[in-house]
């Protein structure tokens, strides 16, 4: 078997894995359905978010932990979890187990990746510590010190990994005003959907010049998403009753506008109802949850740097160039190739869940086309419409968030595989536009 097809075989296997420990008598004060574990071990597996049973109240602190664990190692990776901890062991790493790490990390060399991973865990570890500390402010004065421990624990795990799930019926409505969750939350997803590889060499060179021309779009890419999606989401909501109409505080409405605006692409929190969003708003979100975070991240999505190719692609049509430029550097053809493949692989997988969902749900289509789009994006925003799944919808949406988590890993291995033709045949045109 392919590496990438083995890669996705072990998610498949922990998600199963996940289920059979949701599933156990500890793991739940009431039992749950076998759909609804495993519906819930794939959601946290592909750092998604979508829920049908409630985390804080439908799950013990066992049921939790499992969560937390799947949430942890579905954003890690799971061959560099294993490798950290053949590292940690002594032990040495085999080729085979290089080549897998390389496809989990979606690079294109085995060389580094021993030091590429020992800069991920340090990342991820400063990261999460950083989080727990500044939640812990928030929540211990509130829930104690043994509950709001936990509680800042979970819920940096959970927003560091892009996964969104919350342990509060209504996600973190409850500090929509706080700066503490508005600031610290935000900057543990972002950090986390910008990659390992950007946050490690933002660490280590600190100098624009001396970043990778991956880096800058992505700094770039970021920076833009997030500046467009804050200020649409505050234009086009500020009025509604639902959303930000409701908040009588000026200062309420300026933090749920910027924590609504960043967790769009990738984490999935919520500050207010999503239900209550309009059509449009509704729409804006689910080209920002198509579009997703970066590479080798906890994020998912066409990501980030192949949204921006796409558009330096069609700038470059028009203007009738050969080559792409940016940054002082130059793409060639392979690079559009790949991302045109890539973009339509994902467009297919979105339109055929669509279609697949709706021929079992009568219900509101904008509510189960958002659903399947979040899903794709490993998103975890609901219009509601995740609860009211038959077992039907809830394979689909379990399909598509297991494709958008290990899908571009497969499209790579495809893509990266060369062969020469055999046959050459004249050159032809066709008409297109």
């Known amino acids: 078997m392919a590496p990438p097809a083995i890669l996705a075989l ?21 039992p749950i359905t076998w759909s609804d574990a495993i519906f819930t071990a794939a ?22 932990g499992v969560v937390m664990v799947l949430i942890q190692l579905g954003g890690l990776g799971l061959m560099t979890f294993a490798v950290l901890v ?6 040495p790493v085999s ?61 940096t795990v959970s927003a560091f990994n892009n996964a969104g799930f919350a342990l509060f019926p209504d996600s973190l409505s409850q500090w929509v005003g706080d700066p503490i969750v508005n600031i610290t939350v935000p900057a543990l997803f972002i950090l986390g959907g910008l990659g390992f590889i950007v946050v490690t060499e933002l660490y280590a060179k600190r100098n624009w010049h001396g970043f990778s021309l991956h880096t800058k779009l992505m700094v770039v890419g970021t920076l833009a998403l997030i500046a467009w999606s804050v200020l649409s989401f505050a234009a086009l909501e500020w009025t509604n009753p639902r959303t930000l109409g409701g908040l009588d505080n000026l200062g309420d409405r300026l933090w749920a506008s910027w924590f609504q605006g960043v967790t769009t692409r990738t984490a999935g929190f919520n500050t207010v109802d999503i239900g209550g969003i309009h059509d449009s708003t509704s729409m804006m979100f689910m080209s920002l949850m198509v579009i997703g975070g970066g590479s080798t991240s906890t994020a998912g999505g066409i990501k980030v740097t192949t949204f921006i190719v796409l558009l330096l692609a069609t700038i470059a049509f028009f203007k009738r ?10 793409l060639g053809a392979e690079e559009v190739m790949k991302v045109l493949a890539l973009a339509m692989v994902s467009l297919l997988t979105v339109f055929v ?14 509510d189960l086309a958002f659903e399947v789009t979040s899903a794709f994006g490993t998103v ?6 995740t609860g009211e799944l038959d077992g039907f919808g809830r394979a689909v949406i379990i399909a598509v968030m297991f494709i958008g988590r290990v899908g571009p890993l497969t499209l790579g291995f495809f893509l990266a595989t060369r062969s020469k033709p055999r046959v050459g045949y004249p050159p032809s045109k066709v008409y297109l536009g």
Request: proline letters at 2%; charged letters at 10%.
């Open 10 to 30: 072990l998610y498949a296997v922990l998600i199963a894995t996940g289920g059979i420990l949701l599933k156990l008598p500890i793991a739940t004060p009431e």
């Open 43 to 64: 959601s946290a597996v592909t750092v998604t978010g979508l829920v049908v049973i409630d985390t804080g109240s439908q799950l013990t602190l066992f049921g939790q």
């Open 86 to 91: 053949l590292s940690m062991l002594g032990l």
């Open 95 to 155: 080729m085979s187990q290089r080549i897998f790490l390389r496809e989990d990390l979606n690079q294109t060399s085995v060389s580094d990746l021993l030091v590429l991973v020992r800069g991920i865990l340090k990342a991820v570890l400063a990261c999460e510590l950083v989080g727990v500390a500044l939640l812990s402010v928030v929540f211990v004065p509130q829930f104690g010190w043994a509950m709001g421990l936990w509680q800042a624990l979970f819920h």
């Open 321 to 330: 160039r050969q080559q792409l430029h940016v940054f002082g550097r130059s």
């Open 353 to 366: 869940a669509i279609f697949l969902i709706t021929t079992s749900h009568d219900g509101e289509f904008l």
């Open 380 to 385: 975890g925003l609901s219009r509601g419409a």
